[in-house]
C-alpha cells in the first residue's frame, strides 16, 4: 500500500536533491523533442549551456538580469509574507519604468544625479501606489487581491502602449518606443565591457534593506504575524489593515523600481518589450525560492541563465516555441518536485497478513 | 449472560508521530450501555471513528454479532446497525429537521413522500420521546433540539447501536438529564448505547460497563457497580486527581476592577448578540460566566478585549472607560486567553520564543530603535517558557507542533506574565487533559491571590462551581444578575441557561 505522509521538516539535502532529479529530467524529455526535430540534443545543451554559464559575455549577462527579477521577486514575497497575492508585478514594473520615462522626458537638462533620484523616486511612488489601489477593494469590500492585481496588468499594459504609440512616441522612427533618454537620464555602465549599471549596487542594498526589514525590524515581525494568522495578530494589538497597506506599497515601489532600473540603466526609452516577462517569472522564482530573500538572489541567477539560454538559441536559429516548451518542462518538474519536498512517500506493507499469521 | 452484540479486537491505528489506537479490544454487550472513558487524546474518538468507517485501521478485527465485518463508510456503518451523534453536530443548518433526517439516505428513492415521511419521524419521535419539529429549520434549534435530531436522524436508519460523542457537552443540566431518560429508554427497547465521556459523575449515573482508555491502550473494562469514581479517575489519569484549594474571599470591600454599563454589540451577521450587559468585577475576583455555547459569551470577550466594536455602552477598566483596538485594552491591563488557542491564540507557524514575546517585542528592552534585540528577545522568551513550564523539542520550533496543554502554558506564560489587572479567560481547560487542567487552574487561583480580576466564560459546570466566587448565566445575549456562587443551585443555573427565570412558584411546573 502506498502512503502518502506529509514531512514535519525538509531538510536542504532532500530540496537539492529533488531539484537536480527535476531538471535532469526536464531535460531528458527536452532532448526527446530535440531528436524528433532531428537536432543533436546533447550538442544544442552544451553549447546553450557553455554560453550561458561558462562564457564571460552568458554570465554578464546573467548578473545583469539578476537586477530586475530579484527586485520583482522581492516584490512577490513582501506582499506574500502579509498573506497576500500580488499578481500585478508585471504591470507594476512597467508603472515604474513609465513613471521614470515621463521624467527623463520632461526634465532632460537636469543634473544627473538629481535626474536620476527623481525617476527612482517617480518610479517606485507610482507602482507603490497603483499596487496600494489594487489592495482597496480587498480591505473594504473583501474582494480578492489576486483579481484586482492582474486586472490592473492589463490596464498599465495597455498606458505602455498609449505613451509608446501615441502621447511619447519617438518621431524619428517608426518603431514603438519613446526618443532617447538624455545622457543625464541614463544610469553609468559599473563594470566596462558589459551592461552591467550602476542599477546591481541599487538592487543589492535593496535585497540586504529587505531582509533586515523581515527578519529583524519590529514592523517586519508584526508584518510576518498578520501574514501568517491575521486573527492571531490583532489579538496581540497589531493592526492589519496597515500592514494590508504598507507591504502592498513596498511590493509595488521594488516592482517600479525594477522598471525604472531596466529603462534607465539599459534599455534608455520606454518599450513594450522592455521586459522579458520579469513580473511572471518573479513569482516563480519567490516561490522556488521559498519566500527566503538570500535564496531569491541564487534562484534569479539561474532562472537569468534559463532566459538568457533561449535568447541564445534564437540566435542559433530555433524557432521560439522549442525555446518555451524547454523553458516550460524545467518550470514544470521543479514545481512539480517541490511536492516530493513536502511529502513522503513510502511503502507499507499490509499488516493483515503478518497478522493472520501471527494467528495461525 | 447476554451476547457480544460488538466486538473489537487488537485494533491499531497509527498517524504520522503518535500511536492513536495501540492494540485496543472492546466488547459491547447487546442492549447495554456502554461508557467509553477517557483523557483527551486517549484514543476515543479515533476508535470510534473507525468503527464508523471514518478511518480505516492499521490492523484488527471489527466483530458484529460475531461475524468479521469491513467498515469503510459511514454508510456501511449504518448499514451494520451502527450510527453516531457526534459531538460537533453534522446538520445542515439551513434545511429543515425532516429533510436533515432523509439527507444522504438512498433508500428514499427518487421522489420524496413527504406525507409518509413526516408520520415515520413522528412516529419514532412519540415512541422515544424525543421531542422534535419536523418542519422547523436546523438553524434556529438549540444544542439539545439539535442533538435530538441527530439521534432520530439515527433511529430512522434503523440503527441497532447508538455511538454519542460527548453528548452532554452542549447541554444544561435538565437536558442532560433528560438525554438520559431517552437512553434508558433506548436501552430498555433493545438498543445498544456507547457512551463517550470524561465526566465521571455521569457514567456513574447512566453506565452498565465502563472501559478506560488511557495514551491509546485499553487499559479495564469493569461493571459500574464494581466500581467508585475515585477508582476512574485513578484508572483514567494514571494517578490520583488533585483537589484545588480556594480560600474563601472577602471581597466586598475591594474596589471594582471592570465595570460595564448597558453593553451592546453585534455579532458578524448583524444580529445582536450583547443585549444591555450590566457587570462589575471586583479586584481579585472570579467571575463565572455559564451558558449555552453561542448566546454571545464569545462576543462578550470579544468585546472586553477590543476585538470586536461595542453598539452602545461603557467598559470601565480601573475606573477609567477603554474604546478602541486591542492594543488600548492591552495598555490598560487586560489579558486575554482566547477560546481558540491555534487560531487566535497564537501565529502558528512563528517559533516559541516569537510567540510568548509578542506581547513585550514593541517596548525595550526587546525593542532597540526600529529592530527586535534578537538575543534579548531570547533571553526573556526562554526564561517565560521555563517559569510556565512549557515543554518543547526547541524554543525554535513551530507553535503549531506543540500539544494543546503546552500551546495553553505558551498563551499563560505570554498573558499573565505582563501582570494584568483583569484577564478574561475563555474555554481556558477546553480540550486539555486532566493535568493541563489542574495547571491552569493552579495559575488562576494563583493570579486570583494577587488580585487580579478574572472573568472565566466556560461551558465546564464543574470548572465555573470550583474556581468562581461568583456566577452569572448568559443567555441570548442578555445577562442574569451576578450572584455569589454558594447561593446558586445547579437547577437554577440549568433554568437560566435556558432563557426560563426560575421561580419558586414554577418549580413544580418545570420539573
Known amino acids: 500500500m502506498l502512503k502518502i505522509e506529509r514531512r514535519r521538516t525538509t531538510q536542504l539535502s532532500t530540496a537539492i536533491i529533488v531539484a537536480v532529479i527535476s531538471i535532469a529530467l526536464s531535460l531528458i524529455i527536452a532532448a526527446v523533442v530535440l531528436k524528433l526535430m532531428d537536432y543533436e540534443p546533447l550538442k544544442v545543451f552544451s553549447i546553450t549551456f557553455q554560453k550561458t554559464y561558462f562564457r564571460k559575455a552568458g554570465i554578464l549577462e546573467n548578473i545583469l538580469m539578476i537586477i530586475p527579477l530579484s527586485l520583482c521577486a522581492l516584490s512577490v514575497v513582501i506582499a506574500a509574507k502579509a498573506g497576500l497575492w500580488n499578481i500585478g508585478v508585471e504591470g507594476q514594473f512597467f508603472a515604474g519604468a513609465i513613471a521614470a520615462t515621463g521624467i527623463a522626458l520632461a526634465f532632460p537638462n537636469l543634473p544627473s544625479p538629481l535626474l536620476i533620484t527623481l525617476m527612482f523616486i517617480a518610479g517606485a511612488a507610482a507602482a507603490g501606489i497603483i499596487c496600494l489601489i489594487s489592495v482597496l477593494p480587498k480591505v473594504y469590500l473583501g474582494i480578492s487581491e489576486i483579481l484586482t492585481t492582474i486586472l490592473m496588468n492589463s490596464i498599465i499594459l495597455y498606458f505602455v502602449r498609449f505613451f509608446v504609440y501615441s502621447a511619447w512616441k519617438d518621431p524619428k522612427t517608426v518603431a514603438a518606443q519613446t526618443p532617447e533618454f538624455s545622457a543625464a537620464a541614463k544610469l553609468p555602465i559599473l563594470i566596462e565591457g558589459s551592461r552591467i549599471h550602476y542599477g546591481i549596487l541599487i538592487a543589492f542594498i535593496i535585497v540586504v534593506a529587505s531582509q533586515y526589514f523581515l527578519k529583524k525590524s519590529v514592523y517586519g515581525f508584526e508584518l510576518r504575524a498578520v501574514g501568517e494568522n491575521q486573527k492571531g495578530a490583532a489579538y496581540a494589538g497589531i493592526n492589519a489593515k496597515k500592514y494590508f497597506f504598507l507591504s502592498m506599497f513596498i511590493s509595488g515601489c521594488l516592482a517600479g523600481v525594477a522598471g525604472m532600473l531596466e529603462v534607465s540603466g539599459i534599455v534608455h526609452r520606454l518599450q513594450p518589450t522592455i521586459s522579458a516577462d520579469y513580473g511572471f517569472s518573479a513569482f516563480v522564482i519567490a516561490w522556488i525560492a521559498r519566500l527566503d530573500v538570500l535564496a531569491i538572489i541564487i534562484i534569479s541567477y539561474m532562472f537569468a541563465g534559463l532566459i538568457v539560454a533561449g535568447f541564445k538559441m534564437q540566435m542559433m536559429g530555433f524557432p521560439g516555441a522549442v525555446i518555451f516548451m524547454i523553458k516550460g518542462l524545467i518550470l514544470l518538474f521543479i514545481l512539480g518536485g517541490e511536492i516530493l519536498t513536502y511529502f513522503k512517500f513510502t511503502w507499507v506493507k499490509k499488516d493483515k497478513k503478518v497478522l493472520s499469521k501471527k494467528e495461525n | ?511
Not at chain 2, 292 to 298: D, E, I, K, R, Y
Not at chain 2, 318 to 346: L, M, N, Q, Y
Not at chain 2, 387 to 403: A, F, G, N
Request: contains cysteine; hydrophobic residues 40%.
Open chain 2, 1 to 511: 449472560m447476554a451476547e457480544n452484540y460488538l466486538e473489537l479486537k487488537n485494533i491499531r491505528k497509527t498517524f504520522p508521530g503518535i500511536i492513536a489506537n495501540d492494540n485496543v479490544s472492546l466488547s459491547v454487550q447487546e442492549g447495554e450501555i456502554h461508557a467509553l472513558l477517557g483523557e483527551n487524546g486517549a484514543g476515543k474518538s479515533t476508535l470510534m471513528n473507525i468503527l464508523i468507517g471514518l478511518y480505516f485501521p492499521d490492523s484488527g478485527q471489527v466483530l458484529i454479532k460475531g461475524k468479521e465485518v469491513k467498515i469503510k463508510s459511514p454508510k456501511d456503518a449504518i448499514f451494520n446497525g451502527i450510527g453516531m451523534v457526534h459531538q460537533h453536530f453534522k446538520l445542515v443548518d439551513s434545511l429543515s429537521v425532516a429533510e436533515n433526517i432523509i439527507i444522504g439516505w438512498q433508500e428514499q428513492g427518487l421522489f420524496i413522500k413527504e406525507k409518509e415521511l413526516l408520520k415515520k419521524i413522528k412516529d419514532i419521535s412519540i415512541t422515544y420521546d424525543l421531542e422534535i419539529n419536523p418542519e422547523a429549520i436546523v438553524r434556529d434549534l438549540s444544542p439539545g433540539e439539535k442533538q435530538r435530531v441527530e439521534i432520530v436522524k439515527m433511529l430512522y436508519r434503523n440503527v441497532e447501536m447508538l455511538i454519542l460523542d460527548e453528548p452532554t457537552s452542549v447541554l444544561t443540566p435538565q437536558e442532560s438529564r433528560k438525554l438520559f431518560v431517552n437512553l434508558r429508554d433506548m436501552k430498555a427497547r433493545g438498543k445498544t448505547v456507547i457512551f463517550i465521556s470524561h465526566k465521571l459523575n455521569e457514567i456513574m449515573e447512566i453506565a452498565d460497563r465502563v472501559t478506560i482508555l488511557r495514551r491509546g491502550k485499553n487499559i479495564k473494562t469493569m461493571n459500574k457497580s464494581g466500581t467508585e469514581p475515585k477508582e476512574l479517575a485513578r484508572l483514567m489519569i494514571g494517578r490520583d486527581m488533585q483537589e484545588i484549594e480556594k480560600k474563601a474571599n472577602n471581597l466586598e470591600t475591594n474596589p471594582d476592577i471592570l465595570n460595564l454599563k448597558g453593553l451592546s454589540a453585534i455579532n458578524d451577521e448583524g444580529r445582536l448578540c450583547l443585549d444591555k450587559i450590566d457587570l462589575c468585577i471586583k479586584k481579585g475576583e472570579i467571575v463565572g460566566v455559564a451558558g449555552v455555547s453561542g448566546n454571545g459569551q464569545t462576543e462578550l470577550a470579544e468585546a472586553l478585549t477590543g476585538l470586536r466594536q461595542t453598539s452602545a455602552g461603557t467598559i470601565e477598566v480601573d475606573g477609567k472607560a477603554v474604546k478602541g483596538s486591542p492594543k488600548d485594552f492591552i495598555k490598560r491591563g487586560v489579558s486575554h486567553i482566547p477560546e481558540d488557542r491555534i487560531g487566535t491564540g497564537c501565529i502558528p507557524a512563528f517559533t516559541c520564543i516569537e510567540n510568548v514575546i509578542m506581547k513585550k517585542y514593541d517596548s525595550a528592552p526587546i525593542r532597540k530603535g526600529f529592530s527586535i534585540d534578537k538575543k534579548t528577545a531570547h533571553q526573556i522568551g526562554m526564561e517565560m517558557l521555563s517559569t510556565y513550564d512549557v515543554r518543547m523539542p526547541s524554543e525554535s520550533t513551530p507553535v503549531k507542533l506543540l500539544s494543546g496543554g503546552n500551546m495553553q502554558k505558551l498563551i499563560l506564560a505570554r498573558e499573565l506574565s505582563c501582570n494584568p489587572k483583569l484577564i478574561i479567560a475563555m474555554h481556558p481547560t477546553y480540550g486539555l487533559d486532566v493535568s493541563a487542567v489542574e495547571m491552569v487552574h493552579k495559575y488562576l487561583i494563583k493570579e486570583q491571590e494577587k488580585g487580579t480580576a478574572i472573568l472565566l466564560i466556560s461551558e465546564d459546570l464543574d470548572e465555573l462551581l470550583t474556581l468562581s466566587d461568583s456566577l452569572t448565566v448568559m443567555f441570548k445575549g442578555k445577562m442574569t444578575e451576578k450572584r455569589d456562587i454558594h447561593k446558586w443551585t445547579i437547577d437554577e443555573i440549568g433554568y437560566e441557561m435556558m432563557g426560563l427565570n426560575y421561580k419558586e412558584e414554577e418549580k413544580e411546573a418545570l420539573c
